[in-house]
């Protein structure tokens, strides 16, 4: 059976043209409407309008003229069956044997700032999602084909099989329609999900991926894994990134380069880098320059960046890019990359992934945050806010010279495993840097005395040496610590995290409150000199 009569409507373009021109090349009967049609007879390809075709006008500014029984009857009958080709010839039904359809860029025309409801409105597809179910439901004798990217595929099929596609293409083709009308579908709930009030009960969460990247494994080598990105994403993401050199990207790239990339918008509009170890900043750091920011960052726990992803918030210098050598890195993610620092990484090394970001960084937006369990879907706000408040609870002040550091430490901690304790510097006039990290321990103290305060420690030593300093290490170490700030993304429910920070010279401190025991942790902190200050802003990370 040859395809005799196609279908063709289409919002995207690109591409119907030639495969218009290919079809109608071996004789098949074209079919078209509003801008479809235009475009092919302004390319000198013969249609015919789906409104001749059925004898019926197009109506309702358009929104009625391919649901009618000569379009979703020429779709759907069954082909051979006795009954269903009685029906059409007692009703002079047509065969449609290929549809070639994709959809009013709904998605694209949310994603725009201030995009009216009204507008939003018009770009749902009624007529297109309709048919292409129809062609896909009947796959068994239609072709059905809805992304431009499959044009050359059915050609080539018709080629092969004499003016036929094979029924395992034709299967492929409907499974993809199903998966892009749910998709479409699913983007249209989300929206007007959020053009409705809040209920207590939780509006419908409606998600489809498709399209899926089979990756080489998953955590781990025995787990099989597939990527799936979301297309109309408008912020900076890590599912939307070019791949400028090094390797195919693992599932363990994705996941640090996501927590990179999230962590670094803290940071955005100013040179700034996240060092990404097992979804946890081993560096973090800001900086007048970028290669600046990026030796800070890496002095931040120098053993845990070997084998890091990293996430910049400016374009990559050839500076940037010789911090980098000698040491083995994932994954670099950044705005861009120049010229000459992108021949020197390439250089450097065959494995480092070297990727382009393809939507601008912006600090944190809002949106939803998605955790699957099993059997089930959490879905939050994303913790896009940074504090709820700003409140001195101690009788020692905390300085306003201070706060910008202490502010950064509070960035750098909300992207820590829970319960995370962070230790951070100025390490040069406006340039700060994350000095020791306690991370995802059952027990705060353990963070901050095992973890934290060790690992500064370690890099106050580090620090002593490389700067030559003749003190003794106990003075060099308290001069650094006395000026570092102490951030923690919980409150602290026992007074013993401030004694330690006591003992260890620790002057600032800055945790969201609400303890029951916040005035004998206060009392602690009045006892040892510290400023204190409380946010109200938790910042949990499980």
Request: glycine residues 8%; contains cysteine; aromatic residues 6%.
């Amino acid at each position: 059976m040859t395809i005799q009569r196609a279908l063709i409507s289409v919002s995207d373009k690109t591409g119907v043209v030639d495969f218009a021109r290919a079809l109608a090349a071996r004789g098949v009967e074209l079919l078209s409407t509003g801008g479809t049609a235009q475009a092919l007879r302004a390319a000198g390809v013969a249609v015919k309008d789906v409104a001749e075709f059925t004898g019926f006008p197009e109506m309702l500014d358009g929104r009625v003229k391919t649901l009618h029984p000569k379009v979703h009857g020429g779709l759907l009958y069954l082909r051979g069956n006795a009954e269903h080709e009685a029906t059409v010839q007692q009703h002079g039904l047509l065969p449609i044997d290929l549809v070639c359809v994709n959809l009013y860029p709904f998605e694209a025309t949310v994603a725009k700032p201030n995009v009216s409801f009204e507008d939003a409105i018009a770009n749902i597809d009624i007529g297109g999602p309709a048919m292409l179910r129809s062609a896909a439901k009947n796959h068994r004798s239609v072709t059905v084909v809805t992304d431009p990217a499959d044009y050359a595929r059915v050609l080539a099929s018709l080629a092969a099989h004499g003016g036929d596609t094979t029924e395992a293409l034709r299967r492929e083709l409907a499974q993809k329609v199903y998966a892009r009308t749910a998709q479409y579908d699913a983007a249209i709930a989300g929206y007007l999900a959020g053009q409705v009030e809040s209920q207590d009960a939780g509006r419908p969460f409606v998600l489809v991926a498709a399209g899926g990247q089979r990756l080489r494994y998953g955590e781990n080598p025995h787990q099989q894994a597939f990527f799936y990105h979301d297309p109309v994403a408008a912020e900076a993401c890590i599912a939307h990134t070019t791949v400028l050199h090094g390797k195919e990207m693992s599932y363990n790239n994705y996941v640090d380069g996501d927590a990179a990339l999230e962590a670094v918008k803290e940071l955005a509009g100013a040179p700034g880098a996240a060092i990404i170890k097992h979804t946890n900043p081993c560096g973090y750091a800001t900086g007048r320059t970028l290669a600046a920011a990026l030796e800070a960052a890496w002095a931040g726990d120098t053993v845990s960046a070997f084998g890091s992803v990293i996430a910049v918030t400016v374009p990559v210098d050839l500076a940037a890019a010789q911090v980098l050598k000698g040491r083995f890195v994932e994954a670099l993610i950044a705005p861009d990359f120049a010229p000459d620092a992108l021949d020197y990484l390439k250089s450097k090394s065959t494995d480092i992934r070297l990727l382009k970001l393809n939507r601008p960084l912006t600090p944190p937006q809002p949106g939803c945050a998605l955790r699957q369990i099993n059997g089930g879907l959490l879905v939050q706000d994303r913790d896009a806010a940074l504090f709820e408040r700003w409140e001195v609870v101690t009788k020692t002040p905390f300085p306003a010279g201070v706060r910008a550091l202490a502010e950064f430490g509070v960035k750098v901690c909300k992207h820590v495993k829970s319960n995370a304790i962070v230790l951070v510097r100025e390490y040069a006039p406006g340039g700060y840097a994350q000095l020791g990290m306690g991370a995802g321990q059952p027990n705060r103290i353990d963070s901050t005395r095992k973890l934290a305060l060790t690992k500064a420690r370690e890099n106050i030593a580090a620090l002593q040496q490389a700067a030559g300093d003749r003190r003794p290490p106990a003075a060099f170490e308290a001069a650094i610590l006395a000026d570092c700030v102490m951030v923690s993304d919980a409150f602290f429910p026992f007074p013993d995290n401030v004694e330690v920070a006591a003992e260890a010279g620790l002057k600032f401190i800055v945790q969201p409150g609400g303890s029951k025991k916040d005035p004998e942790v206060i009392a602690a902190a009045d006892r040892a000199g510290i400023a204190m200050v409380f946010t109200g802003m938790r910042h949990f990370r499980h």
